[in-house]
């Protein structure tokens, strides 16, 4: 069973950086895809950045060149360093597989305002 385990959201002003970290267990970094996803106030979950099993990355249009995904196989941790936030990154984020398989749990918030 995969678990994961999430920590680094919180509040930060515009132009800010967060670092959101994801410890995974029941899970091989080296042979599934993984990714980040958000979900804002009233609007659907959707997908922020990926990573695949060898390390090939992908984004969002509206985070691309602000946000990079990167993971430790050896930790089984996965990492979305945030920069330049903006008051429309303000949502729960979550990790899982790329497709998502595991359970979403509770996410991380992170609110971006002044």
């Known amino acids: 069973q995969v678990q994961l385990v999430l920590s680094g959201g919180g509040l930060v002003q515009p132009g800010g950086s967060l670092r959101l970290s994801c410890g995974a267990s029941?899970?091989?970094?080296?042979?599934?895809?993984m990714a980040w996803y958000r979900q804002a106030p009233g609007k659907q979950r959707e997908l922020v950045a990926t990573?695949?099993?060898?390390?090939?990355?992908n984004y969002a249009e509206d985070v691309k060149g602000r946000f990079t995904i990167s993971k430790d196989n050896a930790k089984s941790t996965l990492y979305l360093q945030m920069n330049s936030l903006r008051p429309e990154d303000t949502a729960v984020y979550y990790c899982?597989?790329?497709?998502?398989?595991?359970?979403w749990g509770q996410g991380t918030q992170v609110t971006v305002s002044s």
């Open positions: 990573i695949t099993s060898d390390s090939r990355t």
């Open positions: 029941g899970v091989r970094f080296t042979i599934f895809d």
């Open positions: 899982n597989l790329n497709p998502p398989r595991a359970s």
